[in-house]
């Protein structure tokens, strides 16, 4: 069983930045992957980024370049920091744990999530 607590979402004029956290805890054995998705109004939930626990990293390529993921393994808290914001950000962010990068590109694969924080973009 996890637990996942997703904060940091706000609204943000179009340019500017927001830093997502997520703390984690209880089961998270062979979940080697972190990530984080996105639910825009009236779409599914959509894979954005994930960290390995050995710190490598992977971005859609819509948010490439803008968004950076990170890890502190000590506090159990996963990141996104993202910098330049468009309107089309605007969603709701959550984070989950999965064993591989091929399991995050399918949300199904995810039993429970979090509730989630709302981003949104202004123009």
């Known amino acids: 069983q996890v637990q996942l607590v997703e904060s940091g979402g706000g609204l943000v004029q179009a340019g500017g930045s927001l830093r997502l956290s997520c703390a984690v805890s209880?089961?998270?054995?062979?979940?080697?992957?972190s990530g984080w998705f996105r639910q825009a109004p009236g779409k599914g939930r959509e894979f954005v980024a994930a960290?390995?626990?050995?710190?490598?990293?992977y971005y859609v390529d819509s948010v490439k370049g803008r968004f950076t993921i990170s890890r502190d393994t000590a506090n159990n808290t996963v990141y996104l920091q993202m910098n330049n914001l468009k309107p089309e950000d605007t969603g709701v962010y959550y984070c989950n744990l999965g064993p591989s990068l091929q399991a995050m590109w399918n949300t199904k694969t995810f039993r429970s999530w979090g509730q989630g924080t709302q981003v949104t973009v202004s123009s």
């Open positions: 960290i390995y626990l050995n710190g490598g990293t």
């Open positions: 209880g089961r998270i054995f062979r979940n080697y992957y």
